[in-house]
């Protein structure tokens, strides 16, 4: 197997956790086989390098990959997306149309939010997994396909069922290899990382010095809760690195309170003085930065 540290490499991945490690290391094992694959963890743990990392270990690396945001299409319009249409099926219909199950024949599809599927679709993709088997829209041919189908969620499939939203029988049969990521708060070791990679990243693309972290601030976003996960924490070093930038010529930095309450359930600082950029937007974390910023900047020459 490809050692581990050149796959996160390839596809951009930072952090040493265990767990994450795990799921790369099973993304790859499985990736030689046509298992379906069932991705799942909380919104922005990073579920969508995993796909690509399964196509690209797979067989199938040279043929079609399409990634589907199920979410993102409308329920009148799915199954023209998914299946293909015949001329004349629906209005607008004005020509014969492919769908991503034929387009992909003898690749992958990454069916993503796929709790989202109306139950409809979910039947049509049940009979593909089932049998490689589709119709399209409007037409009465059955046509065969040979798509290997890797799906992912932040929902909770088995919830989704209970409520009658997912088909029970579609749940089991695209959770044959589960892969879940952990939430941010699980890993708080690769926080750090993924803070000092991301402020690198804005600060080349922004032209400013990068920001650091004290020992404070790790400790800070290590006991926060990340309900976003990797896109909050890249979002908000995103906007630090942009505001501070333009704004940050305070002179009133103070460093964390060590009196901040942070608790793992959120952060509730109690930071006394902050500055208007803070209140306004009364984000906790990215008043953190604010001081940590000011501090550094107290340091580091200005450009
Ligand atoms: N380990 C990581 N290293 C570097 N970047 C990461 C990592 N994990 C996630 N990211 C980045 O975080 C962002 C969110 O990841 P992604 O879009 O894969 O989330 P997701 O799990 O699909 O969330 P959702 O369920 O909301 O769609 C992306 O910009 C991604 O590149
Ligand atoms: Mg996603």
Redesign the pocket.
Known sequence: MEEIRTIKQRF????NDVK?NRAIEKAVQVAPTDFTVLIT?????????FPRIIHSFSTRKHAQYIAVNCGGIPEGTIDSELFGHEKGSFTGALSDRKGYFEVSDGGTIFL??VGELPLSTQAKLLRVLEAGEFIRVGSSKVQKTNVRVIA???VDLPTAVKNGKFREDLYYRINTIPIS?PPLRERKD?ISL?FR?FAADFAEKYRMPPIRLTEDAVQMLENYRWPG???EL?NITEQISILSGKKCRCSDAKRIPSGSNQQSSGVNFDSGKRSQFCQRTGNPVQNTFRHEKRHERSETPRL
Not at 12 to 15: K, N
Not at 41 to 49: A, Q, R, Y
């Open positions: 951009e991945i930072i952090g994450l963890g909380e919104s922005g743990v990073g579920k969508e390098i993503d939010e992912a969620t932040n990521i690769d993924l990679k996960n990797v896109r890249k």
